[in-house]
């Protein structure tokens, strides 16, 4: 068994930018965590999956993905879940919403994937910089600096990812492909 998730990530230079943030959190906060994985906006929380199953997972994924025109992604200012999570703020978009919507849909229907969690609470995007291990007194620190600090990019994903970890990070195992051509 591995663990995965499905997220959506955006272009190199907004990637680059976010961790350019992780690392002010790594040396200024010591909250290192949200160094383990790229920059991404989750959609579908870390599950397990058998391994010699993968490419059944991969298949599903890309015939969901085929399906699926291009969204517009808005990131703007930061946000919290306070006392230990600081991240970029992701609009929400009835795209996105709808993207995020039809994905856990599928992937119970078709995989028997089931975020329980996500079937209690309301969809929230969002692309972490400080993780769980920014304590509580780190956060009180930090929340000022960030609370109205501004950042603003708009981009269009057009690809699911597919992370896999390693046991130490987490990384890229493959990406697939929206409808093309579409807008």
Sequence with gaps: ???????????????EYANQIKQY????????????????????????????????LEASLREFASEQKSVPITLSGFAAFVPRVIYIDVVKTRELLSLQAHLMNHVEASLGIVDEVGKKRPFAPHMTVAFRDLTKQNFKAAWPEFENRQLY?????????????????????????FLSGSS
């Design 153 to 177: 990019f708009e981009f269009t994903t057009d690809k699911l990812t597919l992370l896999i970890h390693d046991g130490r990070r987490w990384n890229i195992k493959s990406e697939f492909a």
């Design 25 to 56: 959190f790594a040396d200024k906060y010591a909250s290192r965590h949200a160094q383990k994985s790229p920059p991404h906006v989750t959609l579908q929380p870390p599950f397990e999956w058998i391994d010699n199953n993968v490419p059944v």
């Design 1 to 15: 068994m591995s663990l995965f998730f499905i997220a959506l990530l955006p272009p190199q230079d907004i990637q």
